[in-house]
Nanobody, 121 residues
């Protein structure tokens, strides 16, 4: 069994900052990539940022220069530092991990339960 647990969401004023954390646990053999996605009310889930096991990062254009994704020393953790937040960043943020379990030969995507970020104007 694999679990992804997020923390760090909340309410912040426009221009403020938040830091999201996600930890993956369970029968994990290898993690290829971790990332953050978000889903605003009435919209589809969209990519925010990803980071590979080698440290390569990818960001949505809408967050470049404001958000930074990083991995912890324990490679099963990922963080999202969000600065200069805007009301349009309001969404449920989901942690994602592309990983291989100890009982499998395949890399599959796993998701956290989501954490709500609300940015007030």
């Amino acid at each position: 069994q694999v679990q992804l647990v997020e923390s760090g969401g909340g309410l912040v004023q426009a221009g403020g900052s938040l830091r999201l954390s996600c930890a993956a646990s369970g029968s994990i053999s290898s993690i290829n990539r971790m990332g953050w996605y978000r889903q605003a009310p009435g919209k589809q889930r969209e990519l925010v940022a990803t980071i590979t096991s080698g440290g390569s990062t990818n960001y949505a254009d809408s967050v470049k220069g404001r958000f930074t994704i990083s991995r912890g020393n324990a490679k099963n953790t990922v963080f999202l530092q969000m600065n200069s937040l805007k009301p349009e960043d309001t969404a449920v943020y989901y942690c994602n991990a592309n990983l291989r379990r100890t009982t499998s030969s395949w890399y599959l995507d796993y998701w956290g339960q989501g954490t709500l970020v609300t940015v007030s104007s």
